[in-house]
């Protein structure tokens, strides 16, 4: 759909400029037939232009209400920053996490530190489907980086909650795993969408984020 390269939006939520849905650096098609076209034209241009839209707005009633000094409104506004905030930081990780290109094992320092932490990719993987597997509702898998032990950590978090804004652990990975997702191809057996989606790995690009926020 477009060649255009996604930023991550590190900050973000601070930002005085208005928010705008990131174009995709590989076609709809592109990750057929581990997610299909149907899924990925929704999930970017439906669900996550809902996130920009619905942060654009929440963010315009918090800046008025910081001018009006309405402290009440502020913190009513706090859920949907949260949401819809977050909703745009972890899609925007997803997008450039996935390739067409992708699959297989990564290599050199990231593989290091995977087997240093998880003893094994074989089974590092393991952990991570698992974790996502058990995200009860809605949620999002993760591969995380601890800067403070330096060390790399799993978690996951529910709804649209941010990684870091919520685990102080640095993004790496992640899988989606609301419905949305995987519905359309998968029906409610996540476990076979989750195997289907490390075909689609991009490790250059979570690799590029591990050598990033190791300096």
Known sequence: RSSAKLVAPLGCLISRQKHTLPDLPYDYAALEPHINAEIMQLHHSK????????LNVAEEKYKE?????DVTT???LQPALKFNGGGHIN???FWT???????????GELMEAIK???GSFANFKEKLTAVSVGVQGSGWGWLGYNKEQGRLQ????ANQDPLQGTTGLIPLLGIDVWEHAYYLQYKNVRPDYLKAIWNVINWENVSSRY????K
């Open 154 to 157: 799993i978690a996951a978090c």
């Open 74 to 76: 502020q913190v009513s």
């Open 65 to 69: 209400a910081l001018a009006k000094g």
């Open 47 to 54: 669900h996550h232009a809902a996130y920009v839209n619905n």
């Open 116 to 118: 240093r932490d998880f």
């Open 97 to 107: 996490n996935l390739s067409p290109n992708g699959g297989g094992e990564p290599k």
């Open 91 to 93: 899609h925007t990780i």
């Open 211 to 214: 050598a990033t926020c190791k």
